[in-house]
């Protein structure tokens, strides 16, 4: 049996979910959408399919095409919360960097010059706790590249716990989630905002887990 979605809003144009960890956003996340709504799923943006939480999936091409001009033009925000091994200096701030994604390896690089296929990525950071040598990160993404998070945090020698590709010690799933997400509804312009906390367990139990808006 098909797992069941957590749904957390839903209208004629669209369903705000939560992904659960290990499906994939696009054809796995579609079809299971689609299985559980009885409704075309359209994928307007991604997360990893090790990671988890808050997505929104347009359910007509009308909303899905206005879904992503939001995206284009920056009003869909954004946020995730992460665990470090280690804690990034300083405790807030910005992250700039060049990436190139290797899709044959699936795995983006931090880089130093411009070539083809090259792409600025940002992001905000503010630790918001530490403990146990690991640190309870909320990330704003400015860009959205290939793992982004993921490669920019470990560049810096802090990567997410149980991020192994990107050469975390620890075991488990990626301590990567999407927060919350806040966009215009894409008929009404009405402002939306979702949030959901991690799921229990390690690394998460480490910290009184608290959502990116406090």
Same mark, same amino acid.
């Given at each position: =049996? =098909?797992?069941?979605?957590?749904?957390?809003?839903?209208?004629?144009?669209?369903?705000?979910?939560?992904? $659960?960890?290990?499906?994939?956003?696009?054809?796995?996340?579609?079809? !299971?959408?689609?299985?559980?709504?009885?409704? %075309?799923?359209?994928? @307007?943006?991604?997360?990893?399919?090790? @990671?988890?939480?808050?997505?929104?999936?347009?359910?007509?091409?009308?909303?899905?095409?206005?879904?992503?001009?939001?995206? !284009?033009?920056?009003? =869909?925000?954004?946020?995730?919360?992460?665990?470090?091994?280690?804690? $990034?200096? %300083?405790?807030?701030?910005?992250? #700039?960097?060049?990436?190139?994604?290797?899709?044959?390896?699936?795995?983006?690089?931090?880089?130093? #010059?411009? #070539?083809?296929?090259?792409?600025?990525?940002?992001?905000?950071? #503010?630790?918001?706790?530490?403990?146990?040598?690991?640190?309870? @990160?909320? @990330?704003?993404?400015?860009?959205?590249?290939?793992?982004?998070?993921?490669?920019?945090?470990?560049?810096?020698?802090? %990567?997410?716990?149980?991020?192994?590709?990107?050469?975390?010690?620890?075991?488990? !799933?990626? !301590?990567?989630?999407?927060?919350?997400?806040?966009?215009?509804?894409?008929?009404?312009g009405q402002p939306l905002r979702f949030s959901a906390p991690p799921p229990q367990g390690a690394p998460?139990?480490?910290?009184?887990?608290?959502?990116?808006?406090?």
């Amino acid at each position: =049996m =098909m797992e069941q979605i957590g749904i957390l809003y839903r209208d004629d144009a669209l369903a705000v979910c939560i992904k $659960p960890v290990g499906l994939d956003s696009q054809n796995g996340m579609c079809r !299971a959408l689609e299985a559980q709504l009885g409704c %075309p799923a359209f994928c @307007v943006h991604r997360l990893d399919q090790g @990671v988890g939480g808050v997505m929104v999936y347009a359910l007509t091409a009308k909303a899905a095409a206005a879904c992503s001009r939001s995206i !284009a033009s920056g009003e =869909m925000q954004k946020t995730y919360l992460a665990v470090c091994e280690g804690v $990034p200096a %300083p405790a807030q701030g910005e992250m #700039r960097d060049l990436l190139y994604h290797d899709t044959a390896k699936n795995k983006s690089y931090v880089v130093q #010059r411009r #070539r083809r296929g090259v792409r600025d990525a940002a992001l905000t950071y #503010r630790v918001l706790e530490s403990r146990e040598g690991c640190s309870l @990160v909320s @990330v704003t993404l400015l860009t959205g590249r290939s793992h982004q998070i993921r490669v920019q945090f470990a560049s810096r020698a802090v %990567p997410l716990c149980g991020d192994g590709r990107y050469g975390a010690k620890s075991r488990g !799933a990626i !301590a990567l989630w999407s927060n919350s997400i806040a966009f215009p509804h894409p008929e009404s312009g009405q402002p939306l905002r979702f949030s959901a906390p991690p799921p229990q367990g390690a690394p998460w139990d480490l910290f009184e887990l608290k959502t990116a808006a406090e």
